[in-house]
């Protein structure tokens, strides 16, 4: 059973940053792959940014939309998976959630790639 716990989220004003952050109750965090979604009022949950394993951070990728703006990074000693938005618009205003998958999966795209999930932190980006 994994436990995800996401925290940082708040209101901020474009052009602002913010670091989101989502702690794991899972001794095998350092074998799971990590993921954030988000997802605006009316529209599906879409993929931000995922995560693997390495020594030196783990292997990323990003969508499209945030590329160049946020990074997502992990902390293995403290299960912790992060991801910090700058030069934030009024177009990332979301839920952001955190996810968990097995490591040997590689990167995950899809939610459906995900087999634990956090609760949300809301970001609202005023404009």
């Known amino acids: 059973q994994v436990q995800l716990v996401e925290s940082g989220g708040g209101l901020v004003q474009a052009g602002g940053s913010l670091r989101l952050s989502c702690a794991a109750s899972?001794?095998?965090?350092?074998?799971?792959?990590m993921g954030w979604f988000r997802q605006a009022p009316g529209k599906e949950r879409e993929f931000v940014a995922s995560i693997s394993l390495s020594r030196t951070g783990g292997s990323t990728d990003y969508a499209d939309s945030v590329k160049g703006r946020f990074t997502i990074s992990r902390d293995n000693a403290k299960n912790t998976v992060y991801l910090q938005m700058n030069s934030l618009k009024s177009d990332d205003t979301a839920v952001y959630y955190c996810a968990s998958r097995p490591l040997a999966y590689g990167l995950g795209y899809s939610t459906t790639d995900y087999d634990y999930w956090g609760q949300g932190t809301q970001v609202t980006v005023s404009s």
């Open positions: 899972v001794r095998t965090f350092s074998i799971r792959t």
